[in-house]
């Protein structure tokens, strides 16, 4: 009943190494949509890595063609397209005017989770332009703490802890209902 009722993309935001890429397509099964990693969709757009993209283009550009991926991504021509389970970067919700559209177009989520999941699990991937810049423990949080109140606009809050992932799938089914 529930995923009849959706009529919006859901959009998962937060830091990096919150687990939106694996909750997202966990819900997305449950919900029976279609799952999209932003992150992905501009990789594939650029026919760059997101590292080859900072790397040749810098971040400002990298967030410009960010914020024109998740639009794309988020518009539909009816409410059967719009229907999707959207994971994006964590600066994505960050940039003002990539939050603006996220926050106008979905049900938007924000997945937060303790610092010590964060470097663990950012720690099992070294494809993160922005940790290879110094100390990754250092760097996430100071950017967790940055970026906190942009996060906090997001109308549903779910802490993703170090228990299994389907109970915080369970927490979000909730929030959404
Ligand atoms: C970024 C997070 C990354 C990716 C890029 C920048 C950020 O996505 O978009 O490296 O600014 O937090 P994930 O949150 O999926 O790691």
């Known amino acids: 009943a529930l995923a009849r009722r959706i009529d919006r993309p859901i959009v998962l935001v937060g830091m990096m190494g919150t687990g939106k890429s694996s909750i997202g397509r966990r819900l ?13 969709a501009i990789e594939e757009a650029a026919q760059l890595t997101i590292a080859e993209i900072f ?68 720690a099992r991937k070294n494809t993160r332009p922005l940790l290879r810049q110094g100390d990754p423990r250092e760097i996430l949080t100071r950017l967790r703490e940055e970026r906190r109140p942009a996060y906090a606009e997001a109308p549903i809050h779910i802490t993703s802890g170090r228990g299994p992932q389907a109970r915080t799938v369970a927490r979000v089914l909730k929030e959404i209902d």
Do not use: C, Q, Y
């Not at 997305?28 to 992905?40: G, K, Q, Y």
């Not at 177009?105 to 964060?118: E, P, S, Y």
């Open 55 to 122: 790397e040749r283009h810098g971040e400002a550009a990298f967030r410009d063609g960010e914020r024109r991926v998740i639009a794309r991504l988020m518009d539909g021509a009816n409410v059967h397209e719009r229907r999707k389970v959207i994971a994006t970067g964590g600066g994505a919700f960050v940039n003002p005017e990539t939050r603006a559209l996220i926050l106008s177009k979905a049900i938007t989520v924000w997945l937060d989770a303790d610092i010590d999941t964060l470097v663990e699990r950012t």
């Open 28 to 40: 997305a099964t449950l919900l029976h949509l279609p799952f999209v990693d932003a992150d992905e």
